[in-house]
């Protein structure tokens, strides 16, 4: 998540509210945060005002409205943007309008240890419903796609279906993503309830690492493959859209091959199976040594997987990769998934004639990065 930072004035706890940047006479939201360069009393009727000003005149101060002043970066906000004022100066970026790659983060708590995870998660009971639900409220209708991901969101029981309804109440033309370890669909009651709330276009990501409980078991670090596999085909009894999504790590790049074959075997109708980089945070960082490999190093792997399913006319894709690493062959299949705020290019892309086609990297990844990036 994005974030600016400010001084405050009369912050005494969270606001959320959507961007304005600009406060005409009859401009009235109670949901509205002015993001402006230069306050004054007539911008008052915001719910607050965020500001690059250092200077906030006495009247200002006085009138007990929250102000965000100082606030470096006040340019990436813009109209439509849903923040969080955080007391101690922090400005949570929670809803990006113009991007395509928003996503309702519903909880820390996860019921995987994934090696290679690249979120924060925490085996402690943590809900963000209420924030989640005040959120679906303030966002754009016309929103095309939204994420619900996590930890792990199943585990938020009733509570999911409760964010799920508030999309399809509020968000009516938003397709959504839901990314699940897909373990809790194993329980067929919880897949008919989640079906049951009806939403009309909704898609589930679900990882599978390996083709062998050993190994699928060991990157989750639980005993997950069978539940995990009885959820992707419990989902499938209830027609619900299912993908699959195998992030490529020291631990299974042999594998691909195989791993694509026992996909198209046992899960032909999945509508997605996307072949994902890693994002080096978290557990990625902290279990390095065990879990990355230089992307050059497996791309026989990754062709012959991609091969396996193309061929049969299953669709496949490609997730955070660069070009320059990629045989050509596989050039149409990738696609540029990484957030535009975390995307970085390095100092080898500034010459790269494919730089608008290649998706680059993770701000994670600067420093760990393949050996063999060039210039194209
Ligand atoms: S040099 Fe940079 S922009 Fe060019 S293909 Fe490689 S990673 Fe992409």
């Given at each position: ?12 706890e969270s606001?959320l ?67 969080r ?9 929670l ?9 309702l983060f519903v909880t ?18 943590t809900d963000y419903t209420e924030q989640v639900l005040a959120l679906i409220r303030l ?17 938020l029981?009733n509570n999911l279906?409760e964010i799920?309804?508030a ?210």
């Open positions: 998540m994005r974030s600016l930072l400010g001084h405050t004035i009369n912050a005494k606001l509210g959507r961007i304005a940047l600009n406060s005409p006479w009859f401009f009235y939201d109670p949901n509205s945060i002015l993001a402006t360069n230069s306050p004054d009393r007539k911008t008052l009727r915001h719910l607050a005002i965020i500001t690059n000003a250092n200077n906030i005149s006495e009247s200002l101060t006085s009138s007990g409205k929250t102000i965000y002043y100082g606030v470096s970066r006040l340019n990436e906000l813009k109209a439509g943007d849903v923040v004022l955080n007391p101690n100066g922090k400005i949570d970026v809803y990006e309008r113009e991007s395509s790659h928003n996503v820390e708590q996860c019921n995987c240890s994934c090696l290679m995870c690249p979120q924060y998660t925490t085996s402690n009971k966002i754009d209708p016309q929103t095309r796609t939204l994420g619900i991901t996590g930890g792990e969101p199943t585990l029981g279906f799920i309804k999309c399809k109440q509020n968000l009516p033309n938003t397709a959504l993503q839901v990314l699940s370890n897909g373990i809790r669909f194993a329980d067929f009651e919880f897949a008919k309830n989640f079906v049951l709330v009806g939403h009309p276009d909704i898609q589930i990501g679900i990882p599978l690492y390996a083709d062998t409980d050993t190994e699928h078991n060991y990157i989750v670090q639980t005993n997950g493959f069978y539940k995990t596999l009885k959820g992707i085909q419990n989902l499938a009894l209830f027609k619900q859209r299912v993908e699959i999504r195998i992030v490529i790590t020291a631990l299974n790049y042999k594998r691909l091959p195989k791993l694509a074959e026992f996909i198209y075997r046992n899960l032909p109708f999945v509508i997605h199976i996307a072949f994902m980089g890693m994002e080096t945070k978290e557990l990625a960082k902290k279990n390095l040594n065990e879990v990355w490999i230089d992307p050059y190093e497996y791309q026989s792997y990754l062709s012959e997987a991609v091969e396996i399913l193309s061929l049969r006319k299953m669709n496949v894709s490609i997730y955070n990769h660069q070009l320059c690493l990629l045989p050509k062959a596989l050039w149409k299949y990738a696609s540029k998934s990484i957030s535009l705020w975390k995307n970085i290019y390095i100092d080898e892309c500034g010459s790269c004639t494919q730089k608008q086609l290649c998706g680059g990297f993770f701000a994670s990844c600067r420093n760990i990065h393949s050996k063999h990036i060039h210039a194209l």
